[in-house]
């Protein structure tokens, strides 16, 4: 038997206005190059000058994962050749990264926890992108110099569902924290995992195989459950030390496949030193106050609801995956709508006509407008049924939800006048079934209320026609 | 550091310059003695320095997160690189 290793390094895109050390603007789909300036273009004589707003985000990270926050860190040159990097180096931070030593928990089905420790998060510079056609290639240096916060962990996870549990509880801090947009498939959420495995019982540590760039939390999982098969194979086959080396690969998800994308023979000499165009990165008092100040985490948030709104754990868990979803449940509830609603209106009803990449941030239907639909039900204004027609309206058209319950004629009649009328009407029609049930046959007062809701076209409020229908039974 | 014609073809070809024939021997000797007068530094006993040190002991200054960029400088530097095009730095093929 086997088990297996996994450690993740995940790239963190830093939701900066401007790069890492130049006033270059961080967005995107500008013109290729147009967001470069001497010093991200590597110009002789420009220098860095780092940028506040990164060194804050990332003493926020460490403290939402309960770290060690270097006052002073420093910055580090990694030198490597290639056209996506014009000084042909990166400044990250090897020696003395600003956050180390922090961990988060993940938490499984039947409610248990697992720690997963943090080694470090360092700050660095991104790179620029290329466009191979031919025999050319085309630069675009519009991300270079766009910081990131790389975050290791510790090789702690024991299978891929330990590594996508960790890689959501990750995602989820970052978005909490709002330093980073994380969007896995446009790049600023990059993750690369390490795999090894050894014989179960066995302490030491085998060769660790790196798979990079992996872009959704399915495609991780499969990458790293079909490395682990082509080790375990090499083992059994008696060929792991010559198969399995240390190398970086690459998933292949068309041909469901990990392939090598650089031997170790061509390991890199990244001749790392101090930068010397930086000093010391200092994290002063008022700074340090600020950043360690941070808004309430997805964990504490989830206890929380299970707390104060009496929700299951599942649902809990489900509407604090994302600071935008709770952040909608909340508003539903401080606006008026009960929480035990707001749960099924938000979660069944409203992600369940969410479509076509449309999510709850991009949602025709807001809050506010979604909590008024729900108090309209509280009040008796309408059922549950004619609610979901006005959903479905509002979906499709900016409207105020009582003028769609005005105009689409959902309203409930719960006015007694009315509805006494509609019922002498039905207890006329069926002289037969009312001597039945005055002679005790109880179970056709369903058949009594039925017959009134069908007779109002369901506008009739069930309970005033339940006490109606009771009363003139007698 | 042993300079010679292969390393100075080597710089060349990475920096997109061109010595002349004539130039070579004597730009050979000048980087010679460059890198002896470099050399110097290594009679300095640096064991007991930490990697970290620095000639001030004051913090990087940090900028404030407000973008500016003036495209004219980065238009200037494309028309100036080697080959551009549609505002790309063109290079050639890499080989992934």
Same mark, same amino acid.
């Given at each position: 038997?086997?088990?297996?290793?996994?450690?993740?390094?995940?790239?963190?895109?830093?939701?900066?206005?401007?790069?890492?050390?130049?006033?270059?603007?961080?967005?995107?789909?500008?013109?290729?190059?147009?967001?470069?300036?001497?010093?991200?273009?590597?110009?002789?004589?420009?220098?860095?000058?780092?940028?506040?707003?990164?060194?804050?985000?990332?003493?926020?990270?460490?403290?939402?994962?309960?770290?060690?926050?270097?006052?002073?860190?420093?910055?580090?040159?990694?030198?490597?050749?290639?056209?996506?990097?014009?000084?042909?180096?990166?400044?990250?931070?090897?020696?003395?990264?600003?956050?180390?030593?922090?961990?988060?928990?993940?938490?499984?089905?039947?409610?248990?926890?697992?720690?997963?420790?943090?080694?470090?998060?360092?700050?660095?510079?991104?790179?620029?992108?290329?466009?191979?056609?031919?025999?050319?290639?085309?630069?675009?240096?519009?991300?270079?110099?766009?910081?990131?916060?790389?975050?290791?962990?510790?090789?702690?996870?024991?299978?891929?569902?330990?590594?996508?549990?960790?890689?959501?509880?990750?995602?989820?801090?970052?978005?909490?924290?709002?330093?980073?947009?994380?969007?896995?498939?446009?790049?600023?959420?990059?993750?690369?995992?390490?795999?090894?495995?050894?014989?179960?019982?066995?302490?030491?540590?085998?060769?660790?195989?790196?798979?990079?760039?992996?872009?959704?939390?399915?495609?991780?999982?499969?990458?790293?459950?079909?490395?682990?098969?082509?080790?375990?194979?090499?083992?059994?086959?008696?060929?792991?030390?010559?198969?399995?080396?240390?190398?970086?690969?690459?998933?292949?998800?068309?041909?469901?496949?990990?392939?090598?994308?650089?031997?170790?023979?061509?390991?890199?000499?990244?001749?790392?030193?101090?930068?010397?165009?930086?000093?010391?990165?200092?994290?002063?008092?008022?700074?340090?106050?600020?950043?360690?100040?941070?808004?309430?985490?997805?964990?504490?948030?989830?206890?929380?609801?299970?707390?104060?709104?009496?929700?299951?754990?599942?649902?809990?868990?489900?509407?604090?995956?994302?600071?935008?979803?709770?952040?909608?449940?909340?508003?539903?509830?401080?606006?008026?709508?009960?929480?035990?609603?707001?749960?099924?209106?938000?979660?069944?009803?409203?992600?369940?006509?969410?479509?076509?990449?449309?999510?709850?941030?991009?949602?025709?239907?807001?809050?506010?407008?979604?909590?008024?639909?729900?108090?309209?039900?509280?009040?008796?204004?309408?059922?549950?049924?004619?609610?979901?027609?006005?959903?479905?309206?509002?979906?499709?058209?900016?409207?105020?939800?009582?003028?769609?319950?005005?105009?689409?004629?959902?309203?409930?009649?719960?006015?007694?006048?009315?509805?006494?009328?509609?019922?002498?009407?039905?207890?006329?029609?069926?002289?037969?079934?009312?001597?039945?049930?005055?002679?005790?046959?109880?179970?056709?007062?369903?058949?009594?209320?039925?017959?009134?809701?069908?007779?109002?076209?369901?506008?009739?409020?069930?309970?005033?026609?339940?006490?109606?229908?009771?009363?003139?039974?007698? | 550091?042993?300079?010679? !014609?292969?390393?100075?073809?080597?710089?060349? =070809? %990475? *920096?997109? @310059?061109?010595? /002349?024939?004539?130039?070579?021997?004597?730009?050979?000797?000048?980087? !010679?003695?460059?890198?002896?007068?470099?050399? =110097? %530094? *290594?009679? @300095?006993?640096? /064991?007991?320095?930490?990697?970290?040190?620095?000639?001030?002991?004051?913090?990087?200054?940090?900028?404030?997160?407000?973008?500016?960029?003036?495209?004219?400088?980065?238009?200037?530097?494309?028309?100036?690189?080697?080959?551009?095009?549609?505002?790309?730095?063109?290079?050639?093929?890499?080989?992934?």
């Amino acid at each position: 038997m086997f088990e297996v290793i996994i450690g993740l390094e995940v790239h963190v895109q830093l939701n900066t206005k401007t790069k890492l050390f130049c006033s270059c603007p961080t967005s995107f789909n500008h013109t290729q190059n147009t967001n470069t300036c001497p010093t991200c273009l590597a110009l002789p004589g420009a220098l860095p000058v780092f940028n506040r707003e990164a060194l804050h985000k990332a003493v926020m990270f460490g403290t939402a994962i309960d770290a060690t926050i270097n006052r002073t860190s420093y910055f580090d040159r990694k030198s490597y050749f290639y056209p996506d990097s014009p000084s042909a180096y990166q400044i990250t931070q090897l020696y003395t990264p600003v956050v180390e030593h922090g961990h988060l928990m993940i938490d499984f089905e039947d409610a248990s926890q697992k720690r997963i420790r943090i080694n470090r998060a360092h700050i660095e510079a991104d790179a620029g992108k290329n466009i191979h056609e031919g025999d050319i290639s085309k630069v675009d240096l519009n991300r270079a110099g766009t910081p990131l916060l790389e975050i290791v962990s510790e090789p702690d996870m024991r299978s891929a569902d330990e590594a996508i549990l960790y890689l959501k509880k990750l995602h989820s801090i970052v978005r909490y924290l709002d330093i980073s947009d994380a969007n896995m498939q446009e790049g600023s959420f990059r993750v690369d995992v390490n795999v090894s495995i050894r014989p179960k019982g066995e302490e030491k540590l085998y060769t660790r195989v790196e798979i990079k760039n992996i872009n959704s939390f399915r495609f991780i999982q499969k990458a790293i459950e079909i490395e682990v098969a082509r080790q375990i194979e090499a083992w059994e086959d008696g060929v792991y030390a010559s198969e399995i080396v240390q190398e970086t690969r690459l998933f292949d998800q068309a041909k469901q496949e990990t392939r090598s994308m650089r031997g170790k023979e061509e390991a890199a000499d990244y001749r790392y030193f101090p930068e010397p165009d930086l000093l010391k990165a200092v994290v002063d008092d008022a700074m340090f106050a600020a950043a360690t100040q941070i808004p309430e985490l997805p964990d504490a948030k989830r206890e929380r609801f299970v707390q104060e709104y009496a929700m299951n754990a599942y649902n809990a868990e489900v509407i604090t995956s994302l600071p935008e979803m709770a952040r909608y449940f909340e508003t539903m509830v401080a606006l008026g709508a009960s929480a035990k609603n707001s749960v099924t209106w938000l979660t069944v009803e409203l992600l369940g006509r969410l479509k076509n990449g449309v999510t709850i941030e991009t949602s025709p239907v807001r809050a506010a407008t979604l909590s008024m639909i729900v108090k309209r039900i509280e009040d008796g204004t309408i059922s549950g049924k004619a609610a979901k027609e006005v959903l479905d309206y509002l979906m499709e058209h900016d409207a105020e939800v009582d003028a769609v319950i005005e105009k689409l004629g959902l309203k409930q009649v719960s006015d007694s006048g009315a509805l006494e009328k509609i019922v002498d009407e039905v207890l006329l029609a069926n002289p037969d079934k009312v001597a039945e049930y005055r002679s005790g046959k109880d179970k056709l007062f369903g058949f009594f209320v039925g017959q009134v809701m069908k007779a109002s076209k369901g506008s009739a409020n069930p309970q005033s026609v339940n006490d109606i229908v009771k009363a003139k039974l007698g | 550091m042993q300079v010679d !014609d292969t390393l100075l073809s080597k710089l060349e =070809n %990475l *920096s997109y @310059l061109k010595v /002349s024939d004539d130039k070579r021997a004597e730009i050979i000797a000048q980087m !010679d003695k460059m890198i002896a007068f470099v050399d =110097n %530094l *290594s009679e @300095l006993d640096t /064991s007991r320095i930490e990697g970290s040190f620095a000639m001030s002991d004051t913090a990087t200054r940090l900028r404030e997160d407000t973008p500016f960029c003036d495209t004219r400088i980065n238009d200037d530097i494309l028309m100036h690189a080697p080959r551009s095009d549609e505002h790309f730095f063109i290079v050639p093929k890499i080989i992934e």
